[in-house]
């Protein structure tokens, strides 16, 4: 990741995928300016500037030749190509499937989970729209893996089920997004805050039963979310 993050320039993305698409990645292919600049509709001249760009950076190597420049893309170039095309397809995974799966470890929360849970601002709308009263408290899964945390990542990107918050007196309740899911088969879902003081690692998940005690968990057992989105 760290060869896209240096570039942080779509121009030079968008640049080495035209010369990958004239042939550039494998040998040194023909490549004039204006060739370029028609692929990328842009003038001669903005092409030829954006040719010289990558050849300083060092993701292209030219070779100017009697008929013309020879253009190919470097080792560096290619890797940031692959790593857009990882992106893009991981993004692209989980955009064409309707659920997504996440592993983590059952762990203890500081109980906050019950307090907001309850409140009947929330409990409200957690009948109405996720069509099940919730147990006054959450199930929290701490995510281990670097590809978990990457899937509840992208989660947070998707529409979801709007939960609004709300004012009761002079304190603020903030907003949430529910996703149905399942846990050994059993109906749950995952809130996602907008605030919350849990890290990054954690997922909550609230069900109309108590799953600790229903699936008898305990701190430290491995679980598996099945969630619709």
């Known amino acids: 990741m760290s060869s896209y993050k240096k570039t942080g320039n779509y121009i030079d993305v968008e640049t080495l995928i035209s010369l990958a698409e004239a ?3 494998d040998s040194l292919s023909l490549t004039s300016s204006r060739r370029l600049s028609l692929m990328l509709g842009v003038s001669q001249q903005s092409a030829a500037r954006r040719i010289k760009k990558l050849e300083e950076k060092g993701y292209i190597e030219r070779e100017v030749t009697a008929g013309g420049q020879k253009i190919r893309i470097t080792s560096e170039g290619k890797e940031i190509l692959k790593i ?3 992106r893009l397809r991981k993004i692209f995974e989980i955009c064409d499937t309707s659920t997504i799966f996440i592993s983590g470890e059952v762990t203890s929360g500081m109980g906050e989970g019950k307090y907001y849970i309850s409140r009947s601002e929330y409990m409200n709308q957690f009948k109405e729209k996720l069509d099940f ?3 006054s408290g959450t199930l929290n899964i701490k995510l281990i893996t670097e590809e978990d945390l990457k899937l509840k990542k992208a989660l947070s990107e998707f529409e979801g089920i709007t939960i609004d ?3 009761h007196e002079t304190r603020t309740f903030g907003d949430a997004r529910c996703f149905m899911c399942e846990i050994e088969g059993r109906e749950c879902a995952v809130i996602l805050p907008i605030r919350t003081h849990h890290t990054l690692t954690t ?7 108590k799953l600790r005690d229903n699936l008898q968990l305990k701190d430290g057992d491995i679980i598996t979310l099945k969630i619709f989105i």
């Not at 997922?203 to 039963?209: F, G, K, Q, S």
């Open 84 to 86: 857009l095309y990882t």
């Open 203 to 209: 997922l909550e998940v609230i069900a109309p039963e």
């Open 23 to 25: 042939g550039g990645c």
């Open 133 to 135: 009263e919730p147990y």
């Open 165 to 167: 918050g709300f004012v």
